[in-house]
């Protein structure tokens, strides 16, 4: 018996209704990009292993998928580095390629190896497929598709403020209103990290505090204290736990704690300026909050950091993220080069906009018009009619046999087909085509000489 077959965990298929959704929230998405003057680049699905790893922090390591070796890849095991059962060091040895875990990293390898062909700042999006080893579940897979911009070559705030104009403008076209732009700055947490003592724990510091809306304060002073921050630290950071009131009210409470910090107070000054700008341009749907536990556990954000939470009727995490990284390209040998990025999450959004019934209803018409087959004369008629709208745009097709009419009109229903048109014997010789209204469930007869009304009539 042939085996039932299945796909991995975390990935999918998907259906003609899901990929006509998924590429309208593409579309915009690029759209938008283009708008803000980002050019689209792509780089390969897999990267050598050297220039991945160690770039986002141990965590992140354990979530790259890594590519076998082609061929006799255990022939450069010897059997003592076997019998070690040390899995970092095996790995090394028959694997030197990894599957990309998202799209910021080979962004700056792409930028080192082609700067003398780039112009700053370099403003570029790409839309690709990443894989993680994560744990599937609600909104997170192991196969997912990022969309990210970023811009290379300015240290300029002005490019921060025009993501969080750029995620509004997203968000504005998806309809999708509610959204919270949470904003924090790399310094500020080192600036927290210097204040109370831990500033040799920053790393630790900022992966557990990132937690804190998954496992709560204790969970998170619990694995501080696994991490070897004190419990005086701790203390001293417990009341950012809770911080509150407005943005600039928060601003005020972080320059007061982080007054002996200069890198501190210099992040500070940093949020003030893209909190205070975007007030004066304002936004049109999303809003923008300060949140001091943001830190999103990567390795190289040296500024501001940016993570979009959906609407909060939605269960969902975050839909967005990215932030300011001074220092990325240097790990490939292009120093003072710094850069910021966000990233969209299409499969989150993809699931809060089916939630919330937001996209347009018209979406799934794959087909406009379906020409019923009566034989072999009617149906080249029909084709040559089918021709003549197809040249004007419509979508439309002829059913390829000349099946029953109960089965034709079954078909039409079930993709959702507005007119169906019906040319028979009688259409034949009266040189005619009837156009059935699938929604009205009323009929028009038109001339062949007629096939512009009908269009225009669409």
């Given at each position: 018996?042939?085996?039932?077959?299945?796909?991995?965990?975390?990935?999918?298929?998907?259906?003609?209704?899901?990929?006509?959704?998924?590429?309208?929230?593409?579309?915009?998405?690029?759209?938008?990009?283009?708008?803000?003057?980002?050019?689209?680049?792509?780089?390969?699905?897999?990267?050598?292993?050297?220039?991945?790893?160690?770039?986002?922090?141990?965590?992140?390591?354990?979530?790259?998928?890594?590519?076998?070796?082609?061929?006799?890849?255990?022939?450069?095991?010897?059997?003592?580095?076997?019998?070690?059962?040390?899995?970092?060091?095996?790995?090394?040895?028959?694997?030197?390629?990894?599957?990309?875990?998202?799209?910021?990293?080979?962004?700056?390898?792409?930028?080192?190896?082609?700067?003398?062909?780039?112009?700053?700042?370099?403003?570029?999006?790409?839309?690709?497929?990443?894989?993680?080893?994560?744990?599937?579940?609600?909104?997170?897979?192991?196969?997912?598709?990022?969309?990210?911009?970023?811009?290379?070559?300015?240290?300029?705030?002005?490019?921060?403020?025009?993501?969080?104009?750029?995620?509004?403008?997203?968000?504005?076209?998806?309809?999708?209103?509610?959204?919270?732009?949470?904003?924090?700055?790399?310094?500020?947490?080192?600036?927290?990290?210097?204040?109370?003592?831990?500033?040799?724990?920053?790393?630790?510091?900022?992966?557990?505090?990132?937690?804190?809306?998954?496992?709560?304060?204790?969970?998170?002073?619990?694995?501080?204290?696994?991490?070897?921050?004190?419990?005086?630290?701790?203390?001293?950071?417990?009341?950012?736990?809770?911080?509150?009131?407005?943005?600039?009210?928060?601003?005020?409470?972080?320059?007061?704690?982080?007054?002996?910090?200069?890198?501190?107070?210099?992040?500070?000054?940093?949020?003030?300026?893209?909190?205070?700008?975007?007030?004066?341009?304002?936004?049109?749907?999303?809003?923008?909050?300060?949140?001091?536990?943001?830190?999103?556990?990567?390795?190289?954000?040296?500024?501001?950091?940016?993570?979009?939470?959906?609407?909060?009727?939605?269960?969902?995490?975050?839909?967005?993220?990215?932030?300011?990284?001074?220092?990325?390209?240097?790990?490939?040998?292009?120093?003072?080069?710094?850069?910021?990025?966000?990233?969209?999450?299409?499969?989150?959004?993809?699931?809060?906009?089916?939630?919330?019934?937001?996209?347009?209803?018209?979406?799934?018409?794959?087909?406009?018009?379906?020409?019923?087959?009566?034989?072999?004369?009617?149906?080249?008629?029909?084709?040559?009619?089918?021709?003549?709208?197809?040249?004007?745009?419509?979508?439309?097709?002829?059913?390829?046999?000349?099946?029953k009419m109960q089965k034709q009109m079954k078909?039409?229903?079930?993709?959702?087909?507005?007119?169906?048109?019906?040319?028979?014997?009688q259409e034949l010789a009266e040189n005619s085509?009837?156009?059935?209204?699938?929604?009205?469930?009323?009929?028009?007869?038109?001339?062949?000489?007629?096939?512009?009304?009908?269009?225009?009539?669409?």
């Amino acid at each position: 018996m042939a085996q039932k077959p299945s796909i991995p965990k975390g990935t999918r298929d998907f259906t003609p209704a899901e990929v006509v959704k998924r590429n309208y929230i593409f579309d915009i998405i690029k759209k938008n990009f283009q708008t803000y003057g980002f050019q689209p680049i792509e780089t390969p699905s897999f990267e050598n292993s050297e220039t991945l790893m160690g770039k986002y922090g141990d965590e992140g390591d354990r979530l790259i998928f890594k590519i076998l070796n082609s061929g006799d890849y255990l022939n450069k095991v010897d059997d003592s580095l076997y019998n070690k059962k040390d899995a970092n060091t095996l790995t090394s040895k028959i694997s030197e390629k990894a599957l990309r875990y998202d799209l910021t990293v080979p962004f700056a390898r792409y930028v080192v190896m082609h700067q003398n062909e780039i112009d700053f700042p370099f403003k570029r999006y790409q839309v690709q497929p990443v894989w993680r080893a994560d744990r599937p579940q609600k909104g997170r897979f192991r196969e997912f598709f990022q969309c990210d911009a970023d811009v290379v070559g300015s240290d300029s705030l002005l490019q921060e403020v025009e993501f969080v104009q750029l995620y509004d403008a997203v968000f504005a076209d998806l309809k999708l209103e509610g959204v919270n732009i949470k904003l924090n700055n790399r310094k500020i947490l080192a600036g927290i990290a210097e204040v109370i003592g831990a500033k040799d724990n920053l790393i630790d510091f900022t992966v557990a505090l990132d937690k804190l809306d998954k496992i709560g304060d204790e969970g998170v002073k619990k694995e501080m204290l696994e991490k070897g921050i004190s419990q005086t630290a701790i203390d001293k950071a417990e009341p950012l736990f809770s911080l509150t009131g407005t943005n600039l009210e928060q601003l005020s409470a972080l320059e007061n704690l982080l007054a002996n910090s200069e890198e501190g107070s210099k992040g500070v000054n940093e949020l003030r300026f893209i909190i205070k700008t975007i007030a004066e341009l304002e936004l049109q749907t999303a809003r923008l909050s300060i949140d001091v536990t943001l830190a999103r556990g990567l390795n190289y954000y040296t500024g501001a950091i940016f993570e979009v939470a959906a609407p909060e009727k939605v269960q969902m995490g975050s839909i967005g993220g990215g932030g300011r990284y001074d220092d990325l390209t240097g790990i490939f040998g292009l120093k003072d080069v710094s850069g910021v990025g966000i990233s969209f999450g299409l499969d989150r959004i993809y699931l809060v906009l089916e939630e919330l019934g937001l996209f347009p209803e018209a979406i799934e018409q794959s087909l406009q018009v379906l020409c019923v087959n009566f034989g072999e004369k009617e149906a080249l008629a029909a084709l040559k009619l089918t021709t003549q709208l197809r040249k004007n745009g419509i979508k439309a097709d002829v059913y390829p046999s000349s099946a029953k009419m109960q089965k034709q009109m079954k078909y039409a229903n079930n993709r959702n087909v507005p007119y169906v048109i019906l040319i028979g014997e009688q259409e034949l010789a009266e040189n005619s085509f009837v156009v059935k209204d699938m929604i009205k469930g009323s009929q028009q007869t038109y001339s062949s000489h007629q096939v512009s009304d009908f269009i225009n009539s669409l």
